[in-house]
């Protein structure tokens, strides 16, 4: 008898090179709240049964995707756009004046995201809306959970059920 079951597959991008260098800062942080940096590494999991060709999916399209979304965050100042305590103004140049603190950056070089701090786990969440975006999940994927890994042994994870 062969048996059949829910399958996991799982991309590593620390290990897999999918991995894209960034700055944030926590607002009103003890230590977090100054702009500091992480090299990380996008993480992801799908939870299915076999589908074609034997398998739940294939890594080749999952890996490209994460890529683009790595290199769309890679080298930016990451900056929450819906954050109550900090005040952004955008042009050529986006201002960030959160507390006593004022940054001037480049535009080119920030990445705004829809969220009220920019944390591991809104990062996570953000990755995750994209990775839904850009990807189209056959019927027999059931569950999805995006990672984001900031330093070795700390990450932050999202899961999102399909069916």
């Not at 500091?36 to 294939?58: A, Q």
């Not at 944390?119 to 990672?147: H, M, Q, T, W, Y």
């Amino acid at each position: 008898m062969m048996w059949v079951g829910l399958m996991r597959l799982e991309i590593d991008g620390k290990e897999a090179g999918i991995r894209f260098s960034a700055c944030h800062f926590i607002t009103e942080h003890s230590k977090c709240g100054r702009l500091h940096g992480h090299v990380y590494g996008l993480r992801l999991v799908v939870h299915g049964e076999k589908g074609d060709r034997g398998m739940i999916m294939d890594f080749i399209e999952l890996k490209k995707v994460m890529r683009r979304i790595a290199e769309d965050f890679d080298h930016r100042v990451l900056l929450p756009g819906n954050c109550p305590r900090i005040s952004l103004t955008l042009g050529d140049e986006v201002t960030a004046i959160a507390g006593r603190k004022r940054y001037v950056f480049p535009s080119e070089d920030v990445a705004i995201l829809d969220v009220e701090e920019a944390s591991a786990e809104e990062v996570a969440r953000v990755l995750l809306a994209r990775i839904l975006e850009e990807i189209c999940f056959p019927d027999n994927v059931s569950k999805i959970e995006v990672g984001i890994e900031e330093e070795r042994g700390q990450s932050a994870w999202i899961s999102h059920s399909l069916r």
